[in-house]
């Protein structure tokens, strides 16, 4: 049997494909692309937490925020060791970000602007990657798919967290109501466009969907993840942004009004509110590393000098 | 190591992390890290992938030592295994008491 057509049996078989595995290299550059964006996502989506961690309003919020942001380094970690089974080495990958020539979620070039940001962002921001990342629990590559296990186990804890803040603030004085009402107003549609372009307009799905690395399109994903957030913020007394929004009896899922794409597009293409400052951030965090990666160097250098030494 | 090849920022060596979940329970892959010594390498795994008591013991290896068999050479690697069933309890009969004796308090 052809390399390919061993390959096209294990996806139809729902067998997962493996690093030493034959693959298309169009599947392998497909991945690469998909997890290092997705990587990179989870390393530029601590800033703009990372940001109130000094101004949280209780030492109970700051412990779980500080917890929140450190496992999004970890996540960051699993995802490029799991991208570099395919060929890229990290230090590549973290290049293209500094760079500048790597994508990463757009929602991450909005600003915080107040603490029912920090709310939204975990009942809103990780309630939609926990619907995509449940998804990719069921993708094709191995490694891609192990990565997901472990970082969904960990998201239930993000989404809680910050659905508490959110819930807390609806439910508190006037102006902590109007505060996360005005937060919702400006995250919402961030939010829904993190699922990507209609299916009409997503030049990548249907291939990744034939590979099995994803299992449910854009449009899909995103009705799930608005059917379960919508009758969640009216609990809590919230109102959605969206004029045009109704319930539609018959199907039993809600619909939306028009997503502004345009808004979507020039934020992918860098004209988003925070797009420059959070790659600055990243660079200058990079730099300021730099001493204590080479410390280290030059203790690990010592050490195996000794070594050699002694034996 | 002379300054010039300190400020390469070249990538830190591969490990991989093998973690064991309770006393008594086999080491498990749990994924990599990158760190420039056995020590560091420890402590990132113990960062990247213990942070919820996930481990109570973790192993470090370069990703450089590991042998793995090839998945083209599947059939023919493991085949050896196949074509034995003899080598399983299935295999074998035995009269009903006997069995009914030994499967007592099911
Ligand atoms: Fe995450
Ligand atoms: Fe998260």
């Given amino acids: ?311 | 190591m002379s300054e010039e090849e300190h400020s390469t920022n070249d990538q830190w060596p591969l490990w991989e992390v093998f973690t064991q979940k309770k006393r008594g329970a086999p080491h498990q892959h749990a994924g990599s890290v990158h760190a420039p010594d056995p020590e560091m390498a420890l402590q990132n795994a113990r960062d990247v992938y213990a942070r919820r008591s996930e481990a109570v013991n973790i192993w470090v290896v370069p990703s450089s030592e590991i042998t793995a068999s090839n998945p083209s050479d599947k059939e023919s690697f493991f085949d050896p295994a196949d074509d034995k069933i003899y080598r399983h309890p299935q295999f074998y009969e035995v009269p009903r008491a006997a069995k009914k004796r030994t499967s007592s308090g099911s």
């Fill in chain 1, 1 to 311: 049997m052809k390399e390919q057509d061993k390959f096209q049996e294990k996806i139809e078989q729902d067998e997962k494909i493996e690093p030493k595995d034959w693959m298309p290299d169009r599947y392998r550059n497909q991945l690469i692309r998909m997890m290092s964006q997705h990587a990179h996502s989870e390393i530029v989506g601590m800033l703009p937490e990372g940001n109130w961690i000094t101004r949280a309003p209780s030492l109970r919020r700051k412990m779980g925020l500080l917890a929140k942001v450190q496992d999004e380094a970890g996540h960051g970690m699993y995802i490029y060791s799991n991208t570099e089974t395919l060929g890229i080495s990290r230090q590549e990958m973290i290049d293209q970000l500094l760079k500048g020539e790597a994508k990463y979620s757009n929602i991450f070039n909005y600003p915080t602007l107040s603490w029912a940001d920090i709310g939204m962002i975990g009942w809103l921001v990780d309630g939609a990657a926990m619907v995509n990342q449940t998804m990719l629990v069921k993708t094709s590559y191995g490694p891609y798919s192990r990565a997901m296990i472990r970082i969904c186990k960990e998201e239930n804890f993000h989404r809680k967290q910050g659905h508490e803040i959110v819930a807390t603030l609806a439910n508190g004085i006037p102006e902590q109501q109007e505060m996360v009402q005005d937060a919702l107003n400006r995250w919402w549609w961030p939010t829904l466009m993190m699922f990507g372009p209609p299916d009409s307009n997503s030049p990548h799905t249907n291939e990744l969907m034939q590979w099995k690395v994803k299992r449910k399109s854009n449009d899909e994903l995103r009705q799930d993840f608005i059917d379960r957030v919508i009758p969640e913020a009216h609990q809590m007394g919230l109102k959605i942004p969206d004029p045009d929004l109704i319930f539609n009896e018959e199907t039993g899922h809600w619909e939306i009004g028009e997503i502004d794409w345009d808004e979507f597009w020039q934020v992918i293409k860098g004209n988003g509110p925070m797009n420059h400052e959070r790659l600055e951030t990243r660079r200058k965090a990079h730099e300021s590393g730099r001493w204590v990666r080479e410390a280290a160097e030059a203790y690990a250098h010592k050490q195996k000098l000794q070594q050699q030494k002694a034996s």
